[in-house]
């Protein structure tokens, strides 16, 4: 069975400062991974997705990594603003159903 | 509208009442996802819609929960006999390709 988990579960970072997400997965037969934003109260907004066969996607101050067959991806944020104090939720697509597997998620605070 | 919507957005009952939850996707998507979120249980994967036929309904947790679409549009999520384990945040998702674009949620509280 697919499992998903996140490290840390929490994070508070001054505003500026570089940060890495870390999410790990069980089982590396995956067809893709997706990292989303959520704010409080509010629906899911999907970030990056990066499919199995690549290693990286980059969407402006935002890097994602995967390395399939080490089970983990990053999510690397630039500069943080206090814009960026989200949970961040990384989930993977073991198949092309587009069902996916969440992780617990980071909340993240970024202080002015 | 241009985004997925769900309806009602918030949504109290007393246990043992039955409950509808509605998704309206974006318009052509043809495929549809119910989750839920749920306080020490993160976000689940209850069912799968592609079209009207739902190929995948693993996620669903008891034969209380039921969920249709029709039209290959609207689709609605029902809970039979509510019991307070079933208060969570309710999402949809649809999408055309990869990208899955989240509703706001229902959040469901049984008293």
């Known amino acids: 069975k697919q499992e998903v988990t996140q490290i840390p579960a929490a994070l508070s970072v001054p505003e500026g400062e570089n940060l890495v997400l870390n999410c790990s997965f069980t089982?590396?037969?995956?067809?893709?991974l997706q990292w989303f934003r959520q704010d409080p109260g509010k629906g899911l907004t999907s970030l990056l997705l990066?499919?199995?066969?690549?290693r990286e996607q980059t969407s402006g101050r935002l890097n994602a990594s995967l390395d399939k067959s080490s089970g983990r991806s990053t999510l690397y944020i630039a500069a943080s603003q206090p814009g960026d104090s989200a949970t961040y939720l990384c989930?993977?697509?073991?198949?092309?159903?587009?069902?996916?597997?969440f992780g617990q998620g980071t909340t993240l605070q970024v202080k002015p | 509208g241009a985004g997925v919507s769900q309806s009602p957005s918030n949504k109290v009952t007393e246990k043992g009442k039955d409950v509808e939850l509605r998704c309206d996707p974006i318009?052509?998507?043809?495929?549809l996802y119910w989750y839920r979120q749920s306080l020490g249980q993160g976000l689940e994967f209850l069912i799968y819609?592609?079209?009207?036929?739902?190929?995948?309904k693993s996620g669903l947790p008891s034969d209380r929960f039921s969920a249709e679409r029709t039209g290959g549009s609207v689709s609605t999520l029902t809970i039979q006999r509510t019991q307070q384990e079933d208060s969570a945040v309710y999402l949809c998702?649809?999408?055309?390709?990869?990208?899955?674009?989240f509703g706001p949620g229902t959040r469901l509280t049984v008293l």
């Open positions: 998702a649809s999408t055309r390709g990869v990208w899955q674009f």
């Open positions: 318009s052509g998507h043809t495929a």
């Open positions: 989930a993977v697509s073991p198949s092309n159903t587009g069902k996916l597997i």
């Open positions: 819609f592609q079209g009207n036929s739902a190929p995948d």
């Open positions: 089982d590396s037969a995956i067809y893709n």
């Open positions: 990066i499919q199995s066969s690549q």
